[in-house]
């Protein structure tokens, strides 16, 4: 079993509805997750982190973490085509240790 | 404030060659970590600097990986000699504490 899983897609969304993100890791001690957005040859870039259970809101975005269910996911609402990317999970598992688990990463295309 | 910068952003080798990768982190980030994505897999952790010493080098494959950060500024990682298995994309990231990873556009390193 994968560290951290993420189905690897393409999911494929027209544009304004919502995209879903799902990831779940193994390690039920894990702190800390994050979620980058990657455009093809461009570096991971942070666009959300949590590490409550619960729901986080940024602008379009929301991150939900159930660490019951040791599941975190990703909503982006009005979807754009400009959202159009790999979405990479990554986990921290220990409060010690800094090193990022990531899933495989989700490929997400916006239909205009 | 500039980003994480690496060099080369290319690189292709022969079996059993050198090839040193470079990483300069953003300015004031203690922190700095090495990944590497091979293809078809996930983003895997190969070590982590503080300053200028190595906090973790839990996923460094082999001894034919050496990595340094002298003066605890830029960090340089060599493979020596190179096999085609090393074949990928090599992400560098930095971090000021224990907060966001900032990653690098990545070296894609070509084992032939």
């Known amino acids: 079993q994968k560290e951290v899983e993420q189905n690897s897609g393409p999911l494929s969304v027209p544009e304004g509805a919502i995209a879903s993100l799902n990831c779940t890791y193994s390690?039920?001690?894990?702190?800390?997750f994050f979620w980058y957005r990657q455009y093809s040859g461009k570096s991971p870039e942070l666009i959300m982190s949590?590490?409550?259970?619960g729901d986080k809101e940024d602008g379009r975005f929301t991150a939900q973490l159930n660490k019951a269910s040791q599941y975190v996911s990703l909503l982006i609402r009005d979807s754009q085509p400009s959202d159009s990317a790999t979405y990479l999970c990554?986990?921290?598992?220990?409060?010690?240790?800094?090193?990022?688990?990531f899933g495989q990463g989700t490929r997400l295309t916006i239909n205009p | 404030e500039a980003g994480v910068t690496q060099f080369p952003s290319h690189s292709v080798i022969e079996k059993g060659q050198t090839v040193t990768l470079r990483c300069d982190p953003i300015s004031g980030h203690d922190n700095l970590y090495w990944y590497r994505r091979v293809m078809g897999k996930e983003i895997k952790f190969l070590l982590h600097?503080?300053?200028?010493?190595?906090?973790?080098e839990s996923g460094m494959p082999n001894n034919r990986f050496l990595a340094e950060r002298t003066g605890g500024t830029y960090s340089t990682l060599k493979v020596q000699p190179a096999e085609l298995e090393d074949s990928g994309v090599y992400f560098c990231a930095s971090s000021r504490a224990t907060d966001t990873q900032y990653f690098g556009p990545g070296t894609r390193l070509t084992v032939l």
């Open positions: 390690d039920r001690g894990s702190q800390s």
């Open positions: 600097f503080v300053k200028e010493s190595k906090q973790d």
């Open positions: 990554a986990v921290r598992f220990h409060q010690g240790a800094q090193k990022l688990v």
């Open positions: 949590i590490y409550s259970n």
